[in-house]
């Protein structure tokens, strides 16, 4: 364009400063006093959007309108003011309006020219596009550099007697004062022919060092290995123009990133050169660099959280996904991005998230976390927690959740407090229990005394009350009984078990107690390892699980009882048992009614019950659960209302060799009492007495001790026993220390422990030693009998061993 104004010829002369302004990327253009257009660059016609025409008013090629979006009149224009007021204008942000109808906002500077004798000859302008943040700063201070260059050399220009002159000192100066931007030529072949301000700050080196030298001394040895240069300004030749972002090298060595523009000039259709303008980019290459590693960093923190993370746009809908959120939720990144979070993540008839989210947004939430009902992909309902950062951002805002799912930690939560629960009952119940047995063991020992003596005397009259008295006391010593085994303080013979045999051996049992209305069905492979507890008490565990199952099913159904190996590492095991242990499961399930939660909840409560008074003391599962913990094992119930239930009781594995049994004599056998003499160690009076009467009127001679140590004393006097009864629960020593103390110096004194309970001996030793014997109080006088009998058939084999 500007060699339409300039005289022929000139252009060969000032190619340099005019094509230079013509490409520069900033968009520049001149006035005359009346505001027509003299000249204009391309920078500036790519941002008009269109091409305008030398002599027409710039302002009439646009409509523009203040930043509040009201229309600006002509008069009011930046470059109106500037001619009207002979001012530069700098401040004021206009928006214009484009032909293809986009309006983009921009900050003009007009600044008037004058000629030597002060008159108004015209107006430049550089207009800087506010949409490109980016460029924002460095094109303002560009347009300042220019717009401040232009009005000083102005006066000067004005000097000059022809407009080729003005122009000509114009765009050398313009191009020259420019500092942003390495401005240079190159000749034809790529040598320097002019070097601005900008290219010195940029490059380092000095106009008269560079001026002759190839521009390729810019390059880094990779790009000059790869040809980079030549292809450039082939490149620039051909295709018009070469764009690249790339390292070029200072003077001094250093790198820095350049984003590079070459343009070819021509003349006459004559290519005379190029002109190249380049940026320093590197700050801004850095910031980018530096937005990716955060990026990256972001992205490596969110998608190694253990909790879901999702993010949502302020409509809600999901911008960000982690692969834990995609495991929780089973909706893909793919799947998620795009899509609302509350239809992805929560029950759609529920409207507590999308409250909870609104309350989020405005920050009125009253704590950090918050604990929702959300549910899966496939329907799943959980509890889960959630916690919501807002992050206000230039794009708008945006919320980060994370998400958790709480169902283990519920049910870790219920399973501790149950286990607590049932810790404080278990002691209330057992000292409860162990103190009756005492009275008790008390009201029958003396009843049966009176009974003896009634027998010989003759007078038999009060037989029917004291048989009375008496299967009460059984009773209530069998309720006791059933406490203590809840209470895990049960009297308990550990022994290696072989749990299928067991179960197999009961099965004619089972199948009476159940009725004909059920079927019974038994899964009970040959290689079960053999379990750890007491005989009695499984089988009477299996018993009361077996009446439970038959009273869900009053219309009849299938009982089925199982047994498998499993050890606490396997991934079925239940997470009550060690992981470092082995069980044997055996589950007993039923096809009956159920158990609503609360049921389910209570059910090893003892004397909780849902059957009608009378039918059920509420003892049966209480005692199976004590049995299995006081064993080192576990009860666990698996039940739904109308599905049946399943109580799985795990046992611990028998480890170490079988102990076979001492073979007893048949009690027929046995030769009656013959003054064997016994010491009775027991601390309560009534029953030390009374149980001294029964082992008299046995036949028996009996030393009294009412302590641990008063026990061990006579004992350990000289004297020998035929045989020890003592009470396990002493004070001072306990019965079972008293009795291994004495065991350790007269190895074949055989020792009856009668026991309330102890909890020592019921968890520590796993079978008694032979020759010693337990006892649960209350006890009649033919189980003590019978005990007293078989022990001093012991002593006797022993004897006869050593002596033969
Ligand atoms: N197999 C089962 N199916 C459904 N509910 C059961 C089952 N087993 C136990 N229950 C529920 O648990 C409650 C407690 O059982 P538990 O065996 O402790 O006492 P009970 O059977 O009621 O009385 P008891 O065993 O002393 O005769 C029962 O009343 C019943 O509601
Ligand atoms: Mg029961």
């Known amino acids: 364009m500007l060699k339409e104004l300039l005289p022929t010829g000139a252009a060969a002369t000032v190619p340099s400063s005019e094509n230079v302004l013509k490409t520069l990327p900033v968009a520049i253009y001149t006035t005359d006093a009346q505001g027509r257009i003299t000249f204009f ?398 009275i008790l063991q008390a009201i029958s020992s003396s009843l049966e005394v009176v009974e003896i003596i009634g027998q010989r005397e003759g007078f038999i009259a009060g037989d029917k009350h004291i048989q009375n008295a008496l299967s009460s006391v059984r009773r209530a010593a069998g309720l006791t009984h059933r406490l203590l085994a809840f209470a895990r303080r049960q009297a308990l013979d550990p022994q290696a078990v072989d749990v299928g045999g067991l179960i197999a051996g009961m099965s004619e049992l089972l199948r009476h107690s159940i009725g004909e209305h059920i079927a019974l069905e038994l899964a009970l492979p040959d290689a079960l390892w053999t379990a750890h507890c007491d005989t009695n008490q499984l089988e009477n565990a299996i018993l009361n699980l077996a009446i439970n199952a038959r009273d869900a099913m009053p219309k009849g159904g299938r009982l089925r009882i199982e047994a498998a190996n499993i050890s606490g590492s396997d991934p079925n095991a239940f997470n009550v048992m060690d992981p470092d242990s082995s069980y044997i499961k055996i589950v007993v399930a039923d096809s009956g009614t159920g158990m609503p939660p609360d049921v389910k909840e209570r059910a090893f409560d003892p004397f909780y019950t849902t059957k009608p008074v009378g039918q059920g003391t509420g003892l049966g599962l209480s005692m199976v659960y004590g049995f299995a913990r006081q064993s080192g094992g576990h009860c666990v119930i698996e039940s739904e209302l109308g599905e049946g239930t399943r109580i799985i009781l795990l046992l611990p594995r028998y480890v170490g060799p079988v102990q076979s049994h001492v073979e007893l004599v048949a009690t027929a056998d046995r030769p009656a009492a013959s003054g064997e003499h016994i010491l009775l160690v027991e601390d309560q009076d009534v029953i030390r007495d009374a149980v001294t009467e029964v082992l008299g009127k046995l036949g028996y001679e009996v030393t009294q001790a009412s302590d641990g140590l008063e026990g061990l004393s006579i004992a350990m006097a000289g004297q020998t026993f035929d045989l020890i009864i003592t009470d396990i629960g002493l004070p001072g020593v306990n019965g079972r220390s008293l009795a291994d103390t004495v065991r350790s110096q007269q190895p074949y004194v055989p020792v009856l422990l009668v026991t309330g309970y102890d909890p020592s001996v019921v968890h520590s030793s796993p079978s008694l030693p032979a020759g010693m014997a337990l006892l649960s109080k209350p006890f009649n006088v033919d189980a003590l009998n019978e005990q007293v009998r078989r022990l001093l058939e012991w002593r006797h084999a022993q004897r006869e061993a050593r002596n033969s």
């Open 41 to 438: 660059n391309d920078a500036a016609v790519a941002f008009a959007g269109r091409q305008p025409a030398i002599g027409e008013m710039w302002c009439v090629m646009w409509r523009l309108f203040r930043p509040d979006g009201t229309p600006l009149p002509h008069d009011q224009c930046p470059t109106a003011i500037a001619l009207r007021e002979r001012r530069p204008v700098h401040d004021m942000e206009v928006i214009a309006e484009r032909p293809d109808g986009k309006r983009v906002p921009f900050m003009p500077h007009p600044t008037p020219l004058f000629d030597e004798n002060g008159e108004l000859i015209g107006v430049i302008n550089t207009l800087v596009d506010l949409t490109d943040p980016k460029h924002v700063q460095a094109q303002l201070e560009q347009a300042q550099a220019l717009a401040a260059q232009q009005s000083e050399s102005a006066a000067q220009d004005a000097e000059m007697a022809d407009n080729l002159g003005r122009f000509k000192r114009d765009f050398e100066l313009l191009v020259g004062s420019v500092t942003d931007y390495a401005i240079f030529m190159l000749d034809t072949t790529g040598y320097i022919t002019s070097w601005n301000s900008g290219a010195e700050r940029i490059k380092g080196y000095r106009a008269e060092d560079i001026i002759g030298r190839h521009f390729s001394v810019f390059y880094t040895p990779e790009d000059l290995a790869a040809d980079i240069p030549r292809l450039a300004l082939t490149t620039a030749l051909h295709g018009g123009r070469f764009e690249t972002e790339g390292w070029r090298v200072r003077k001094d060595g250093t790198r820095f990133w350049a984003i590079v523009v070459i343009d070819p000039v021509w003349d006459n259709g004559q290519l005379i050169g190029f002109a190249e303008v380049t940026r320093d980019a590197t700050t801004r290459r850095n910031a980018e660099l530096a937005l990716f590693e955060s990026e990256r960093r972001f992205r490596g923190i969110v998608n190694n959280a253990l909790d879901a993370f999702a993010q949502i746009d302020e409509a809600g809908r999901v911008t960000e996904w982690n692969p834990q959120a995609h495991e929780l939720f089973g909706w893909s990144r793919e799947q998620a991005l795009g899509k609302p979070l509350t239809a992805l993540c929560f029950p759609s008839n529920d409207t507590f998230a999308s409250e909870w989210l609104v309350s989020a947004w405005q920050k009125k939430l009253t704590r950090q976390t918050h604990q929702l009902t959300a549910m899966n992909r496939s329907g799943r309902r959980f509890t889960a927690e959630l916690s919501a950062s807002v992050l206000t951002l230039a794009s708008g805002p945006l919320m980060n959740i994370f998400m958790r799912d709480l169902t283990q930690k519920i049910q870790m939560e219920t399973q501790l407090r149950q286990s607590q629960k049932m810790e404080a009952l278990g002691q209330l119940t057992g000292g409860i229990a162990h103190d009756f047995n005492n």
